[in-house]
């Protein structure tokens, strides 16, 4: 009695192991697209293309590039406060611009990289030249704004960037993303 | 007869559709670079509802290509779908940039809304605007 008691007792938790832990098959899905999922906890990937398309589109229609006659423009990407409640990367908005502005061909865009710095100065002093600065920088900041009313739940990310030359902002772009949800009846 | 009409009126106010009101001037003054477009329709459930008035071009400075798609929302309530840029070059082949994401739009109830998009670099001439449902209603 007592082992077929086991046997079935292994039995179940074999089934429960294999099978009912098991998750569905995973399916691939366009990143940012129609089917991706979106909550109201992050900043999902949607978000992170929806406030890069739109704010390279701003740039790009600005013409901000042409007030440069010397081409490509040197930029380097600069410090990008996260103001959110939760930790982001902000290269997922910030190289998204950089690599429309450098396909552009109106950029090109300088490293962090440390080794490609020393190597670049090594160059320049090597060739007798002073290291290029850049021409412009781009800063700024990701903000958000959390709102609850009885069961629906809001959250408003405003990205925020400014291109800078000599001190002073030449062109500055905003783009709010607001999405809602529906907290369940037993969430806390 | 009036009693559907009676049904239809309750159901728009039980579901809350409210449209939109706007004003423009009589004779535009602006010149638009008008597109002569070619529209594939595959889902008509989407057209029913998500209509492109019309599509106009610009360049700007820097030579890059800029199109204006005017949408408007056929029904009486609040509608989203996601709208895509796709770029092509002179040779035909599609490049690739950060404006060719699917985005989402929401419309209210018989608005219409302007959506424009700047191609990626100067070599790009040509277009194409594709409409999807959107998966998450």
Not at chain 1, 10 to 16: D, F, G, K, P, T
Not at chain 2, 108 to 116: I, L, M, Q, T, W
Request: charged share 20%.
């Amino acid at each position: 009695m007592k082992t077929k008691l086991a046997i079935l007792s292994s039995i179940a938790l074999a089934v429960v192991f294999f099978g009912g832990c098991a998750s569905q098959n995973a399916t691939y899905v366009e990143s940012g697209g129609s089917q991706s999922l979106l909550s109201t906890n992050k900043i999902n990937i949607a978000d992170w293309n929806a406030a890069a398309a739109a704010l390279v589109n701003d740039m790009m229609a600005s013409g901000v590039m042409n007030r440069f006659p010397e081409k490509p423009v040197r930029m380097k990407v600069s410090r990008i406060v996260n103001r959110t409640s939760e930790q982001i990367d902000t290269e997922l908005l910030t190289k998204q611009i950089s690599i429309a502005l450098l396909n552009s061909g109106n950029v090109v865009t300088m490293s962090d990289d440390e080794y490609t710095q020393e190597l670049a100065k090594q160059q320049a002093f090597m060739a007798d030249k002073q290291m290029p600065l850049p021409k412009v920088t781009l800063t700024g900041r990701i903000v958000e704004d959390r709102e609850s009313v009885g069961k629906k739940r809001e959250v408003t990310y405003v990205f925020m960037l400014s291109l800078n030359h000599e001190g002073v902002g030449v062109w500055e772009g905003q783009k709010q993303l607001t999405k809602q949800s529906n907290r369940g009846s037993f969430a806390f | 007869m009036k009693k559907a009409i009676i049904l239809l009126a309750a159901s728009f106010l039980a579901f809350g559709c409210s449209t939109t009101n706007s004003v423009e001037r009589a004779e535009p003054t602006a010149q638009k670079q008008v597109v002569n477009d070619k529209r594939i329709i595959s889902d008509g459930a989407l057209s029913g509802y998500a209509s492109v008035v019309a599509v106009n071009e610009s360049r700007v400075s820097g030579g890059l290509l800029k199109v204006q798609v005017e949408l408007f929302n056929r029904t009486p309530s609040r509608r989203t779908f996601n709208y895509k840029f796709e770029w092509m070059a002179p040779d035909g082949m599609q490049v690739e940039g950060a404006t060719s994401t699917w985005t989402l739009l929401v419309l209210e109830g018989r608005e219409s809304r302007f959506v424009s998009a700047v191609a990626p670099n100067a070599s790009v001439n040509d277009f194409r605007l594709k409409l999807l449902p959107n998966a998450r209603d």
